[in-house]
């Protein structure tokens, strides 16, 4: 019985893992290398300053 749960358990994990992990590249190809990152990126606020700097 223990068993059963447990592989229940971490299948049910590993599922949600991987179905996260295809989501997030699909989701990253369909954007393109080239779209605006987050504000709450690390490197995201840089990237926004610089643009605004640029354009004024």
């Known amino acids: 019985m223990d068993f059963g749960l447990g592989l229940l358990t971490f299948g049910t994990l590993g599922f949600g893992v991987v179905f996260g992990y295809l989501n997030m590249r699909a989701t990253e190809k369909r954007r393109g ?4 990152k987050s504000s709450l990126s690390r490197d995201g606020i840089e990237e926004r300053r610089a643009a ?4 004024s």
């Open 33 to 36: 290398s080239n779209a605006p």
């Open 52 to 55: 605004m700097r640029a354009s």
